[in-house]
Nanobody
Framework: VQFVESGGGLVQPGGSLRLSCAASGFTFSRYGMSWYRQAPGEERELVAAITSAGDNTYYADSVKGRVTISRDNAKNTAYLQMHSLKPEDTAVYYC?????????????WGQGTQVTASS
């Protein structure tokens, strides 16, 4: 199982970014997908998740209304579109497959992609 995250960067507060997660090693279209983030000194937290068919989503209260999770099963890729970024969104963002109750499915993680919202 492998996850490769990309698309992070340095943006000013209020800016936008689109993160991508290329997954391999499992049947992508059969599983939900989720995005997590980890800020320095903090625990990794679930940010957003989406079902295998893309017909149901979950968003943490801290990002609701500012991010959209989506997926392309033909490309084995999940996305996280982020708008109106705040300094508190600064973190390393990771993806993983999602099981029942949006629980993380695999123990392995990718390298993550750094998002920094700062002026």
């Amino acid at each position: 199982v492998q996850f490769v995250e990309s698309g992070g960067g340095l943006v000013q507060p209020g800016g936008s970014l689109r993160l991508s997660c290329a997954a391999s090693g499992f049947t992508f279209s059969r599983y939900g997908m989720s995005w997590y983030r980890q800020a320095p000194g903090e625990e990794r937290e679930l940010v957003a998740a989406i079902t295998s068919a893309g017909d149901n989503t979950y968003y943490a209260d801290s990002v609701k209304g500012r991010v959209t999770i989506s997926r392309d099963n033909a490309k084995n890729t999940a996305y996280l579109q982020m708008h109106s970024l705040k300094p508190e969104d600064t973190a390393v963002y990771y993806c993983n497959a999602a099981g029942a109750g949006w629980d993380r499915l695999y123990n392995s993680w990718g390298q993550g992609t750094q998002v920094t919202a700062s002026s």
